[in-house]
């Protein structure tokens, strides 16, 4: 096969944009660039450093610059997740978006109210602000060792890439501004995948109080454990037995229950 047909089948493949929140050099980010390269024609943007929690926010006090690792590969200083993705639509894709965002694969779980907190999920939340298709991966970790280990990173591998494929080919429908959130187990035996709901997640006071060398206060953010109320159909429940999570998210978070109630009760 000559050159000039590879690139031209290179070109004809989705764009996917890819990100992450646990830096640039994040083995996690090195197998998902893996998976979209088996399917598409993917760009790497991810922040320079761990932008852990950072939830969906962008960086507007100061500037931010790229600075280009590899071909197709940059990392952005001092940028979120958000930021990445904000930055590399109006820098890379001017004239027409990717196909696809993917944010990830995150060292760690994030399931229930974790979204919220998640620069993983940011970052594939501001691909469907734009009206991109976009995922968040997670590989559930049984430690907080970072680079994670004890992992079977090429059977991780193997599952982004088929929900990938399977929402770029619509077998998983993703409307407007509509995004999944995807947890995979760590476990030997995946038993397949369920779509869920977020889990009620139960959390803890993890601020630790110390006294530096000058005599002066500080804190420390310490790590909660993975306490959730167990119910079957939500993430945490499918991840704990064993299968892969799915779960829909909309950027609309409007309480449209309570909204009635609230106008009913005005009207009385």
Request: glycine share 6%.
């Amino acid at each position: 096969m000559s050159l000039f047909i590879k690139l031209y089948q290179r070109k004809q493949m989705p764009k996917i944009l890819i990100t992450n929140d646990d830096s640039y050099e994040a083995k996690g980010l090195e197998v998902l660039y893996k998976a979209m390269r088996e399917i598409g024609d993917p760009i790497v943007v991810a922040p320079a450093h761990p932008k852990s929690a950072c939830s969906k926010s962008l960086t507007i006090t100061k500037p931010l610059m790229f600075k280009k690792i590899k071909e197709n590969f940059y990392k952005l200083e001092d940028g979120t997740p958000n930021d990445c993705v904000y930055l590399a639509l109006n820098e890379f894709f001017k004239n027409k978006l990717p196909d696809l965002v993917v944010s990830g694969i995150n060292h760690g779980a994030n399931m229930g109210e974790d979204v919220n907190y998640s620069g993983t999920v940011g970052g594939a939340t501001e691909g469907a602000i734009h009206g991109i298709k976009s995922i968040a991966f997670s590989q559930v970790l049984k430690s907080y060792d970072n680079p994670p280990s004890k992992i079977d990173w090429e059977k991780t591998k193997e599952i982004v890439k088929d929900i990938a494929l399977k929402v770029l080919e619509n077998k998983i429908t993703l409307p407007h501004r509509k995004l999944l959130n995807v947890n995979i187990p760590n476990t030997k035996k995946i038993k397949g995948y369920q779509f869920t709901k977020l889990a009620y997640r139960i959390y803890g006071n993890e601020a630790h109080k110390h006294i530096n060398p000058r005599g002066e206060e500080y804190y420390w953010l310490g790590l909660h454990p993975l306490n959730f109320k167990e119910e079957k159909g939500t993430d945490f429940w499918a991840v704990k037995n064993g299968y892969i999570s799915i779960t829909p998210i909309t950027l609309d978070i409007t309480d449209y229950k309570l909204l009635e109630q609230l106008k009913m009760k005005s009207e009385k």
